[in-house]
């Protein structure tokens, strides 16, 4: 058994931790919050988008070259979202673990394939791997504007004109709950209704505060025909672009509102893991007391028997 004053000691260090991973779980509780408010304000805008390319697409005859859909891919590519930071439970492994089950699919058709990553985490990991990396994003912040995030959104639109690649999916933390959140993958290029569909449902998680904010994905009923100035298909050239970038800044929102909870999550349950360590150190800490102080009455009784007996 250790030593009374080395359990004194770890239990000070215990504390010490619990004080700091408390800390930690607050901070990242309100950043959360603060994330899922930054990622809905913009949840009426991809609606009407969406509601209004819905419009569009029934009236173009020429649509613009990222509605595409190119029956033969010479190349895949697969953007890859993680946080720069860990201490996050298994939220980034569990990213990474699905965009290698899709790089081994690639590689199993004999097909090509490019990474584009957001985060550190990704970055560094690919990169000790040794997976070739098309282009890195980090630093992004908690609070980011869709200015910060365009570059991403440039440089997969770039690829898919350029037929550097002829399809591209993302995989990123979906936020459904505070306690759960859930790795997916889903297709961003070429564009489609159901594609940005799925995106703008889930911007909303499914139980919580902003579960219930008065917003609907049901078409428009349109009863009137709309004039466009100067034609529908300039219109939809502007729209759709920005549909994509909207789409990927929603995708990174979502990952930090995910990373904020997952180390919410995290920093509790070693928080309450400390509880139960300092709950059964202090246990350990008495019983060594209480056998150094029997200890020390039996050494004294001894020596009074050992001084009576002479």
Not at 167 to 182: I, M, N
Request: net charge positive; proline share 4%; hydrophobic share 40%.
């Amino acid at each position: 058994m250790a030593s009374a004053k080395a359990v004194k000691q770890r239990i000070r260090s215990v504390k010490n931790t619990a004080q700091i991973t408390k800390a930690m779980e607050v901070v990242s509780a309100t950043k959360m919050r603060r994330s899922q408010e930054f990622a809905i304000k913009a949840r009426p805008y991809a609606i009407a988008s969406l509601n209004l390319l819905r419009n569009l697409v029934t009236k173009t005859k020429e649509l613009p070259g990222i509605l595409e859909r190119r029956e033969k891919k010479e190349c895949y590519g697969l953007l890859v979202i993680t946080s720069d930071k860990g201490l996050a439970g298994a939220l980034n492994a569990n990213v990474i673990r699905k965009a290698e089950a899709w790089i081994k699919m690639r590689r199993a058709n004999n097909e090509n394939s490019i990474l584009v990553t957001v985060g550190k985490r990704a970055k560094d990991y690919f990169e000790h791997k040794g997976v070739p990396i098309h282009k890195s994003f980090w630093g992004f912040g908690d609070m980011i504007s869709l200015s910060e995030t365009l570059p991403v959104a440039e440089v997969l639109m770039e690829g898919f004109l350029d037929h550097t690649w002829d399809e591209f999916s993302a995989v990123y933390t979906h936020f459904r709950t505070t306690l759960l959140q859930e790795a997916v993958l889903r297709k961003i290029l070429p564009i489609t209704q159901e594609g940005v569909e799925e995106i703008v449902k889930g911007v909303i998680p499914e139980y919580g505060k902003f579960s219930s904010k008065p917003y609907t994905l049901n078409p428009i009923p349109y009863h009137y025909e709309y004039t466009y100035e100067p034609s529908p298909e300039a219109l939809l050239t502007e729209l759709v672009p920005q549909l994509l970038r909207m789409h990927v800044h929603h995708m990174i929102l979502e990952s930090n509102a995910s990373e904020h909870s997952a180390r919410m999550v995290a920093m509790k349950n070693a928080s309450d893991n400390a509880k139960e360590l300092i709950t059964d150190l202090t246990l350990t800490y008495n019983k060594a007391r209480q056998a150094s102080i029997t200890r020390e009455l039996s050494e004294i009784t001894a020596g009074k028997e050992a001084l009576e007996s002479n």
